[in-house]
């Protein structure tokens, strides 16, 4: 079974700086895609940010990018020139290729703060 | 709006009581993905469509519960003489890739 784990329930940053957030995870699986999900105070869960394993490269939308460390089972995402509607539940999430079917395995969550 | 939609977004019953929810995933999606999320915690799964087979369910899924996905369109989560631990915010998720899924708002239930 996979695992994933988010250590730190609370992030702050002050607005424009840098802040990462944590995630590792357990799989005995060679395939698969991790995710960083954000959700608003309205609950509805959207994709921040996409990693394939099989890729070295780490993934970068906009202003969110991952440091994906395969060996040591980590996966951080950083948030560079953090904007106080990045102040959301950010949710680390696993899913294992072949016959999963695609279900997500989520972490605990962390919430972000952001200072004006 | 063409993104996923549920119904109702609240609902409060009373302990014993049944209750269903709906999902109407976007329109060219084959899976339907539902999830438990209870406070402070992140999703966890509850059972898969595709089309209209369920293919997975949750240990989490008990026997009170139930989920249809008639036509492979929609998708109905039925939850039977419900208990104070089911309170809870449902979600459901549709996807054309497996590795790419659309959430819904999400059904936040009580149970009181």
């Known amino acids: 079974a996979q695992t994933v784990t988010q250590s730190q329930p609370e992030m702050s940053v002050q607005e424009a700086e840098t802040v990462t957030l944590s995630c590792t995870y357990d799989?005995?699986?060679?395939?698969?895609?991790l995710f960083w999900y954000k959700q608003p105070p309205s609950r509805q869960m959207i994709l921040v940010i996409r990693?394939?394993?099989?890729?070295?490269q780490n993934a970068t939308e906009n202003r969110f990018s991952v440091n994906f460390q395969k060996a040591a089972k980590s996966f951080s995402l950083k948030i560079s020139d953090s904007q106080l509607g990045d102040a959301v539940m950010y949710f680390c999430a696993f899913y294992a290729g072949g016959t999963s079917y695609g279900k997500l395995t989520f972490g605990q969550g962390t919430i972000l703060t952001v200072h004006p | 709006d063409t993104g996923v939609s549920q119904d109702p977004r609240h609902k409060i019953t009373k302990r014993g009581q049944n209750v269903t929810f709906r999902c109407d995933p976007i329109s060219e999606h084959n899976r339907l993905y539902w999830y438990r999320q209870t406070l402070g915690q992140g999703p966890e799964f509850l059972t898969y469509?595709?089309?209209?087979?369920?293919?997975?369910k949750s240990r989490l899924l008990s026997d009170r519960f139930s989920a249809e996905r008639p036509k492979g369109s929609f998708s109905t989560l039925e939850i039977q003489r419900t208990e104070q631990g089911d309170s809870a915010m449902y979600l459901c998720?549709?996807?054309?890739?497996?590795?790419?899924?659309?959430f819904g708002p999400g059904t936040r239930l009580t149970v009181l």
């Open positions: 998720a549709s996807s054309y890739r497996a590795d790419e899924q659309f």
């Open positions: 990693q394939e394993a099989y890729k070295q």
């Open positions: 799989t005995s699986e060679s395939d698969y895609y």
């Open positions: 469509f595709q089309n209209e087979a369920q293919l997975e």
